[in-house]
């Protein structure tokens, strides 16, 4: 099995700043892709940022020059810079992770969620 812990949520002041950590651990041989999904209440889940193995990104159009997904491989672990920050970026934040285990099995893995509330 494998788990996300996320963390760094929380309340900031429109065109403020977060940053969100997530690790992963288990039963993991490789981890080809990470990234960052949210959810505001009455919406569907989107996509915020992905980073598969390697050093290319893939943003969101709404966060695009305001927030940087990052990657530590050797930690399995993935950030996510939160700058200039917008009431509209207020939900859940998801950590999502796919990853070959040591069985050689795939899957989706995602992280319990953390709140981040912009607002005055």
């Known amino acids: ?3 996300l812990v996320e963390s760094g949520g929380g309340l900031v002041q429109p065109g403020g700043s977060l940053r ?10 490789r981890i080809y892709v990470m990234g960052w999904y949210r959810q505001a209440p ?9 980073m598969p193995s390697g050093s290319s990104t893939n943003y969101a159009d709404s966060v695009k020059g305001r927030f940087t997904i990052s990657r530590d491989n050797a930690k399995n672990t993935v950030s996510l810079q939160m700058n200039s920050l917008k009431p509209e970026d207020t939900a859940v934040y998801y950590c999502n992770a796919g990853v070959i285990q040591a069985d050689g099995k795939t899957g989706r893995y995602w992280g319990q969620g953390t709140q981040v509330t912009v607002s005055s």
């Open 42 to 50: 009455g919406k569907q889940r989107e996509l915020v940022a992905t």
């Open 1 to 3: 099995q494998v788990q």
């Open 20 to 29: 969100l950590s997530c690790a992963a651990s288990g039963s993991i041989l």
